[in-house]
């Protein structure tokens, strides 16, 4: 059975990951574990940018509701 070798690819060029030398290796761990938090990042951004649009929408709703009891009060 013979075990497939990783590769990487880079500017469309393949490389066999056990080729590489130590720092290469480590160089590709940095940028891969960079990549893993700049999608987590991004998907923490949507959710603050989601809770955000919600208190904004809730604190216009609130405001209308205000409104709404002012001008009863003054009619």
């Known amino acids: ?33 960079l990549d893993r938090k700049i999608n987590s990042t991004r998907f923490n951004l949507d959710q603050l940018n989601v809770g955000k649009q919600a208190f904004f929408e809730h604190l216009k709703a609130t405001l209308a509701t205000e409104e709404q009891v002012v001008e009863e009060v003054t009619e």
């Open 1 to 33: 059975m013979s075990k497939e070798k990783q590769t990487i690819a880079i500017d469309g060029t393949e490389y066999a990951y056990e080729d590489l030398t130590q720092e290469q290796q480590i160089l590709v761990a940095h940028i891969q574990d």
